[in-house]
């Protein structure tokens, strides 16, 4: 069993910034397979993919969305995975989820691609204008 744990969310003022983090522990002896991701919730029952990061080959994939604003690193040693979030607005108010696949290629590793198999609890980051 794989537990992902998220923090850094909190309420903030459009044009700022928050940095999530997400923390894996559990079954991850085969991290550097994993594909490792930030989703967003956007109606009752419907989560978007915001990024993505494929631990083996380092490489982030983001949403169109994003437009450059959130950058999306790991730590591997600490299996962290972080989103920087810059130049936030209103709209990107949402409860935010970590979320992984393990044993994943980076092919399949993208925000509109990826099938979490394990999410976290999620972090709320609200921004007023």
């Known amino acids: 069993q794989v537990r992902l744990r998220e923090s850094g969310g909190g309420s903030v003022q459009a044009g700022e910034s928050l940095r999530l983090s997400c923390k894996a522990s559990?079954?991850?002896?085969?991290?550097?397979?994993?594909?490792m991701a930030w989703f967003r919730q956007i109606s009752e029952n419907e989560r978007e993919g915001v990024a993505t990061?494929?631990?083996?080959?380092?490489?982030?994939k983001y949403a169109d969305f994003v437009e450059g604003r959130f950058t999306i690193s790991s730590d591997y040693d600490r299996k962290t995975v972080y989103l920087e979030m810059n130049r936030l607005e209103p709209e990107d108010t949402a409860m935010y989820y970590c979320?992984?696949?393990?044993?994943?290629?980076?092919?399949?590793?993208?925000?509109?691609?990826?099938?979490?198999?394990?999410w976290g609890q999620g972090t709320q980051v609200t921004v007023s204008s």
């Open positions: 979320a992984a696949v393990p044993f994943s290629y980076d092919d399949l590793c993208g925000p509109e691609k990826m099938k979490p198999t394990y």
């Open positions: 990061f494929y631990i083996g080959l380092g490489t982030p």
């Open positions: 559990g079954s991850v002896d085969t991290y550097g397979r994993y594909c």
